[in-house]
């Protein structure tokens, strides 16, 4: 009876590894359909927007890039400078330590939306400004 058991138990494990979990999910997933949002977010609604920037961790900086663009300029959304920027130089393959081995004009345009973040108030943008100025070249 014993070995009963234990057959009955090691052929239940057994068989269970191999089965997928199919409803494994990234935690930056979104909880509604990316196109609601999307166009949530492109009619200048900030909460969509935050909501993408969460979703795009798991995608490249390019792929998001469209959107701090679009938030800055369209809606005048001051937060989103900083995406952009941030953006820009994890494109450039770095980080802002790097900042100094990315050319000059993209330099200028991080540079400016930095600025433009720190305008709208975000303390990040100062720190990362004055970190920027103090070791620039």
């Not at 057959?7 to 979990?21: P, Q, R, V």
């Not at 900086?61 to 679009?70: A, G, K, T, V």
């Not at 001051?78 to 920027?85: C, N, Q, S, V």
């Not at 200028?108 to 939306?113: L, S, V």
Request: glycine content about 6%; charged content about 25%.
């Amino acid at each position: 009876m014993k070995i009963n058991n234990i057959a009955f138990w090691g052929i239940l494990i057994f068989a269970s590894c191999g089965t997928k979990n199919h409803d494994i999910r990234s935690i930056n997933a979104p909880s509604r359909d990316i196109r609601e949002i999307q166009a949530d977010a492109f009619a200048g609604d900030t909460s969509a927007y935050q909501e993408l920037r969460i979703i795009y961790l798991d995608y490249s900086p390019e792929d998001f890039l469209f959107w701090p663009l679009m938030m800055k300029n369209r809606h005048n959304y001051h937060p989103a400078g900083e995406d952009l920027a941030n953006c820009l130089v994890s494109s450039m393959g770095g980080s802002y330590d790097t900042f100094n081995d990315i050319d000059p004009k993209t330099q200028k345009i991080i540079i400016e939306n930095l600025e433009y973040a720190a305008k709208g108030g975000s303390q990040s943008a100062k720190e990362t400004l004055f970190s920027i100025k103090n070791t620039k070249k």
